[in-house]
């Protein structure tokens, strides 16, 4: 009788559970999920990344917003332009901005603080060492992303004084054959490649979407740090300020420009002897001198050697 009443109790929990819908309930929760899922999986590949965000939405770009707003409080006021400048310079990488700079020195200090206590635990240092080592490490991940910066700025600099001479002659020549200096611009941004065809073309679309001549050219010398390409740029916009003729000023400018790349040429090959001194007396004469003396050394060795040993 007992086991028959602890039966109906459970029968009539059922019924009361099965009545009011809860059962049904999870089964519609769980069909429903199976839809939901397998309109997910049928959806196109745009809605799956909008409905399934990648990981770096969902934790790195969050992760580096909080160390960006960490690195703001850390830096000066006008850092922001100072970067944004280099960046130009730099030729603005792709996926580098301000922000993106300010978080990686946060993520600097503390990962390169890491590294320098494991390097000098390791090592078997003492606890002032591992300060120090800590500092340091320190340190270079805070400037890590400015010097990477700067090389890229420096090789950019470098490739654009390399190229200005050619593409000035070809922008004179186009000018003197007839096109006006927009025309001759993009003739030059088509024809070129590198950093400097880039700004050129850069030029080109500032002044089709509506800004001025001057004030394009302006912005030109303001991205970069080449003292050539500054000059040529304040040339150019005195000269359409004033109406001189853009053939001599380019003429005048080529032959300038071209003249500076000859004088730095002479001062690189004057400059070699003085870098060969180093090596050539470090390594060069040291190998030099034992390779002709060292038998007339050891000859007379030997023969001092010989000589005491009659006596």
Known sequence: ???????????????????????????????????????FSNAPSSMQEELDPSFNDRVLNPMLSRFTSLGK??????????????????GNPVGWNVDRIVSLKVIGIGGGAFVGMLLALLLGAGPVKILGVI????????????????????????????????????LSIS???????????????????????????RVLQEMQIGLGRA?????????????????????????????????????????????????????????????MMIPLVLFILPTLFIAVLGPAVIGMLGAFSSGGAMN
């Open 73 to 90: 409080r850390l830096t000066p006021h006008d850092y922001a332009e100072r970067i944004q400048h280099k960046l130009d310079v730099a």
């Open 175 to 201: 000018v003197e054959a007839g096109l006006g200096f927009d025309a001759a611009l993009a003739q030059v941004a088509r024809n070129t490649t590198g950093p400097l065809a880039h700004e050129l073309a």
């Open 135 to 170: 500092v340091v490490g320190a340190v270079l991940g805070y400037f890590g992303p400015n010097y990477y910066i700067y090389q890229k700025g420096y090789d950019r600099t470098q490739q654009m004084q390399r190229d200005l001479p050619d593409a000035l002659d070809l």
């Open 215 to 275: 004030s394009a050219l302006r912005a030109l010398g303001e991205r970069s740090s080449l003292a050539d390409l500054r000059s040529f740029t304040s040339a150019m916009v005195q000269a359409d300020a004033f109406g001189i003729p853009m053939s001599k000023v380019l003429r005048v400018q080529s032959d300038e420009i071209r003249l500076k790349r000859r004088q730095r040429a002479e001062e690189k090959a004057q400059q070699v002897p003085v870098k």
């Open 1 to 39: 009788m007992l086991m028959l009443g602890i039966t109906g109790i459970f029968a009539g929990i059922f019924l009361s559970l099965t009545a009011v819908g809860v059962f049904t309930n999870e089964e519609r929760g769980i069909s429903k999920s199976l839809v939901v899922l397998d309109a």
